[in-house]
C-alpha cells in the first residue's frame, strides 16, 4: 500500500486488491483520489478480469505491479519435507497468477508502451535454508519475466527485489523475531517511482541500487 500512496500522490490513477476487503478499504480511504479498490484473489479468474475491466474503464493500463504474494508455511520447511499442497498454492499465488493478470492485461499495456513490475526477492537467487519453496517460485517469476521481456520488446518488463521490509510476511518468515530493525515499505517508494520516471531497460532491478543519498 505504500506504494499505492506514493502513486497516487504522483497523480497515478489507481485499481489496487487484496483478500482483505476492510483492510483493503481502510487503505483506498487513505488515497486522497481516483483509486478503484476490488477486494478478491488474484487466483481467481473473475477478480483478475474485474482488475483489467477496471482499468480499462479509466484508460487503459500503463502499469501493472505483480505485488501480491505468499510465503507459504510458517515456519517455512525444508523442501525434504515441504508440503506439497502449499508448494502448489505458493506457486498459484505468487507464479500462475501474476502471469495470468500480465496475459489479460497485455492488450492494453501494448497500446500504451506500458510497463510491468513483478516484485521478486533475494530468495530467488540465493540458496537460503528453507527458502525452497517461496524462492524457487520467485525464480519462475524471475524466468518468466525475462523471456517476456524479450517477447515484448516495446514494454518495459521489471524484477524488481525490494530489499527485506518489515511487513506481515517478512515477520511470517522469521516468527518469533523481532524485525523492528527492517525499514519499512514507504522507504523504497522513493527508489521505485524513480524506476517509473528513468525507465531503465527491461531487466533485475534492486531497489537498493537506486537509492539517493536523500532516501537514506
Ligand atoms: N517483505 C519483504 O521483506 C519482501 C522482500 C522481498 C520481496 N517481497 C515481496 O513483496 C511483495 C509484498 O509482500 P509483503 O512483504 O508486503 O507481504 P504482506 O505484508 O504479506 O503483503 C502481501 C500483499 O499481497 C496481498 N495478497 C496476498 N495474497 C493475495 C491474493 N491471493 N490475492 C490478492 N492479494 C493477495 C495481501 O493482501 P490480502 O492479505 O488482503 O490478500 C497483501 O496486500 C510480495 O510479492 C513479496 O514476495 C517482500
Given at each position: 500500500m505504500a506504494l499505492a500512496?506514493?502513486?497516487?500522490?504522483?497523480?497515478?490513477?489507481l485499481v489496487i486488491d487484496g483478500r482483505d476487503a476492510d483492510a483493503l478499504a481502510e487503505a483506498a480511504a487513505?488515497i486522497?483520489?481516483?483509486v478503484t479498490a476490488l477486494a478478491g484473489d488474484v487466483t481467481d479468474?473473475?477478480h483478475?478480469?474485474a482488475l483489467?475491466?477496471?482499468?480499462?474503464?479509466?484508460?487503459?493500463?500503463?502499469?501493472?505491479v505483480n505485488n501480491a504474494g505468499i510465503?507459504?508455511?510458517?515456519?517455512?520447511?525444508?523442501?525434504?519435507?515441504?508440503?506439497?499442497?502449499?508448494?502448489?498454492?505458493?506457486?498459484?499465488v505468487?507464479?500462475?497468477a501474476?502471469?495470468?493478470?500480465?496475459?489479460?492485461?497485455?492488450?492494453?499495456?501494448?497500446?500504451?508502451?506500458?510497463?510491468?513490475?513483478?516484485?521478486?526477492?533475494?530468495?530467488?537467487?540465493?540458496?537460503?535454508?528453507?527458502?525452497?519453496?517461496?524462492?524457487?517460485?520467485?525464480?519462475?517469476?524471475?524466468?518468466?519475466?525475462?523471456?517476456?521481456?524479450?517477447?515484448?520488446?516495446?514494454?518495459?518488463?521489471?524484477?524488481?527485489?525490494?530489499?527485506?521490509?518489515?511487513t506481515r510476511m517478512?515477520?511470517?518468515?522469521?516468527?518469533?523475531?523481532?524485525?523492528?530493525?527492517?525499514?519499512?515499505?514507504?522507504?523504497?517508494?522513493?527508489?521505485?517511482?524513480?524506476?517509473?520516471?528513468?525507465?531503465?531497460?527491461?531487466?533485475?532491478?534492486?531497489?537498493?541500487?537506486?537509492?539517493?543519498?536523500?532516501?537514506?
Open positions: 500512496h506514493g502513486l497516487a500522490a504522483q497523480g497515478w490513477r487513505g486522497p483520489h481516483d479468474p473473475a483478475r478480469a483489467v475491466e477496471a482499468a480499462h474503464r479509466i484508460g487503459g493500463a500503463d502499469l501493472l510465503l507459504g508455511p510458517s515456519p517455512q520447511p525444508a523442501l525434504a519435507d515441504y508440503p506439497l499442497d502449499a508448494l502448489r498454492e505458493v506457486y498459484e505468487n507464479v500462475v501474476p502471469l495470468a493478470l500480465t496475459q489479460l492485461a497485455l492488450p492494453g499495456l501494448r497500446v500504451h508502451k506500458g510497463a510491468i513490475v513483478n516484485v521478486t526477492s533475494d530468495a530467488a537467487v540465493e540458496g537460503y535454508t528453507g527458502w525452497g519453496g517461496y524462492g524457487s517460485a520467485k525464480a519462475a517469476v524471475e524466468q518468466a519475466s525475462r523471456v517476456l521481456a524479450a517477447e515484448e520488446p516495446a514494454l518495459r518488463v521489471w524484477w524488481v527485489d525490494p530489499g527485506d521490509l518489515r517478512h515477520q511470517q518468515a522469521f516468527p518469533g523475531e523481532d524485525i523492528s530493525d527492517r525499514p519499512e515499505p514507504a522507504t523504497v517508494v522513493p527508489a521505485f517511482l524513480r524506476l517509473l520516471a528513468d525507465r531503465p531497460p527491461s531487466g533485475r532491478i534492486k531497489l537498493a541500487d537506486l537509492f539517493t543519498p536523500a532516501d537514506l
